[in-house]
């Protein structure tokens, strides 16, 4: 699983400063070693195998440390970035941070693939048996879906319609049915419009039996996965679907950034209110109420997206790469604690 840590260990001579030992000390030192590291064995055991005190033994595991006796070597697959990632988690006060190695060729595409294929085994972590897993439309919680290879026994619910209903059987409607097939568990999609002409369009929508049934389920969401754009063309799902006056409109008002439907600034305040009236998405403060709610998104032209959206309380944990992290350790002023799950509005 990418979120442990393996350690291997090595009982050598090691050098000048080993061999002030004596060697019947060298061994003792090398067997207790061995058993604490290697085998598990607790101090105690230890102490009572050797006939000893166990704070002999504390003595004796410390002298082989500090005299290169035991060396430690904390290893994670070469594509974990383990440093960033708790420099990020403390910096935006986050549950997890998982960052990922960018690609090695330059690339301005967001999102790369690989971010849903290591969002998809955390998700196998975080999930338990019983959840109700949440999944909004993006390309990054698609790929997700498709990277899902375990997931215990769950409900899986769509959080917003979906970016063309002529898409849908290979979008966030095919990604709910990806995850409830592979957990076993019940399946409920939205077959619908992410964006509607107006208000008294969606308001009818929401009220159809298919989709009332999966928003009744919005208050069960344990865990959920969402997608972060930037206010740009091919970045953002809701850029792209709206109109040019209306970009501007919403770029006037300090647009940075959208996740499932909702716009905020760079402050992470939300804008544009009335355009969530004439989605079908889940509302912002039912997502702030979800325990867990993972924001997959990486990539330079995201970065700034993803800092706004993390300050909005909205977002416990993040999925994202080397680019969009090293923005994001130096963005602006220190952001409230993502756990507070705190309204920037308020």
Known sequence: MYSSEESAVSATSAGRAAM?????????????????????????????????????????????????????EIRVPAELDAERSDALRARYGLRHAVVVESPAEADDSPDPENL???????????????????????RSTIHMATALHT???????????????????????????????VSGGEAHPIYAPMLLPDPATAAALRSQTGISRAFDYFDKVTVAAVS?????????????????????????????????????????????RDLGERCITVEPERLRRIPEVVAIAGGHRKAAAIDAVLRSGLVTSLVTDTAAADYLLTAGEQPRPALDRADPDD
């Open 20 to 72: 002030r030992m004596g060697p019947a000390e060298l061994v003792q030192a090398a067997a207790m070693a061995r058993r604490f590291y290697l085998e598990g064995k607790s101090k105690i055991q230890i102490a009572e195998e050797f006939g000893v005190s166990r704070f002999k033994v504390a003595r004796v595991l410390e002298t082989a440390l500090d005299r290169d006796l035991v060396r430690i």
């Open 116 to 138: 849903g294929e290591v969002a998809a085994d955390l998700l196998g972590e975080l999930v338990h048996e019983g959840d109700v897993l949440g999944l909004a439309w993006g």
């Open 151 to 181: 997931l215990p026994p769950c409900t899986v619910v769509q959080l917003t319609g979906v970016y063309d209903a002529g898409t849908a059987e290979r979008g966030s409607v095919e990604a709910v049915r990806r995850a409830a097939q």
């Open 228 to 272: 972060i754009g930037s206010w740009e063309p091919g970045v953002s799902t809701v850029h792209d679907m709206l109109g040019e006056e209306e970009r501007r409109h919403y770029a006037s008002l300090g647009v940075a950034a959208e996740m499932s439907a909702h716009l905020f600034d760079a402050r992470g305040r939300r804008v544009g």
